[in-house]
């Protein structure tokens, strides 16, 4: 179990109920950010782009301030998010964001060098890029160690520029993948034996 040290953004809970339970118990600080926002905070953060004017969130309560941040054991908030700037850019308005910095990126790769270039597989090439820019120090898991030079430059979606540290992971730990959960249904006209295979 971990505990807060600080605020933690989030875009989306999830399933985790140990964590909702610490936020809403007070014991976390949760800024909850669109999931694009989050990104591109991420992506600014490690680029070394200290803000940016984005249209999501005009208009709302993003923009005026007041999303719970912090509860106290009661269920009371006891911080909420602040203002933010805005800005009319033609006939819209648009919400300063900062960037995201982390103290450290915790990211996992498909394949990896010990130099930390990286290269992810499906949908994790979505946010491990972005964690691993914006984190100051980036430990990369990674499947399958190669030498320096065997992965063709053309396939590095991460350079090893932003990468600190990198833990080869053994068959058993890359088999491992807690997050995945497969989840099926009966399909309907379905036999007992077809919907259990």
Same mark, same amino acid.
């Not at 070394?48 to 309560?61: N, S, V």
């Not at 009319?88 to 990896?112: P, S």
């Not at 160690?145 to 065997?150: A, C, Q, R, S, Y």
């Not at 991460?158 to 053994?170: E, N, Y």
């Given at each position: 179990?971990?505990?807060?040290?600080?605020?933690? +953004?989030?875009?989306?809970? $999830?399933?985790?109920?140990?964590?909702?339970?610490?936020?809403?118990?007070?014991?976390?600080? &949760?800024?909850?950010?669109?999931?694009?926002?989050?990104?591109?905070?991420?992506?600014? $953060?490690?680029?070394?782009?200290? #803000?940016?004017?984005? #249209?999501?969130?005009?208009?709302?309560?993003?923009?005026?301030?007041?999303?719970?941040? +912090?509860?106290?054991?009661?269920?009371?908030?006891?911080?909420?998010?602040?203002?933010?700037?805005? +800005?009319?850019?033609?006939?819209?308005?648009?919400?300063?964001?900062?960037?995201?910095?982390?103290?450290?990126?915790?990211?996992? #790769?498909?394949?990896?060098?010990?130099?930390?270039?990286?290269?992810?597989?499906?949908?994790?090439?979505?946010?491990?890029?972005? #964690?691993?820019?914006?984190?100051?120090?980036?430990?990369?898991?990674?499947?399958?160690?190669?030498?320096?030079?065997?992965?063709?430059?053309?396939?590095?979606?991460?350079?090893? &520029?932003?990468?600190?540290?990198?833990?080869?992971?053994?068959?058993?730990?890359?088999?491992?993948? +807690?997050?995945?959960?497969?989840? &099926?249904?009966?399909?309907?006209?379905?036999?007992?034996?077809?919907?259990?295979?």
């Amino acid at each position: 179990m971990w505990h807060s040290v600080g605020a933690h +953004r989030r875009s989306y809970v $999830g399933e985790n109920k140990e964590f909702a339970r610490q936020y809403l118990h007070g014991e976390l600080e &949760v800024e909850l950010t669109p999931q694009g926002t989050l990104a591109e905070r991420m992506r600014a $953060g490690g680029s070394g782009i200290a #803000a940016f004017f984005t #249209a999501t969130g005009g208009g709302t309560q993003v923009a005026e301030g007041g999303l719970p941040w +912090r509860y106290d054991t009661e269920g009371n908030v006891t911080v909420a998010s602040p203002p933010k700037e805005t +800005r009319v850019f033609g006939d819209r308005e648009f919400v300063l964001e900062e960037a995201i910095t982390a103290d450290f990126g915790l990211v996992r #790769a498909w394949k990896g060098d010990r130099h930390g270039n990286l290269v992810y597989r499906d949908s994790a090439r979505n946010f491990n890029p972005l #964690a691993a820019m914006c984190g100051r120090v980036t430990i990369a898991e990674v499947e399958h160690l190669v030498e320096p030079g065997d992965i063709d430059p053309n396939d590095v979606h991460t350079p090893g &520029v932003f990468v600190q540290r990198v833990l080869a992971l053994t068959p058993e730990q890359a088999a491992d993948k +807690r997050i995945e959960k497969r989840t &099926v249904r009966e399909r309907p006209g379905a036999s007992t034996e077809e919907a259990g295979a």
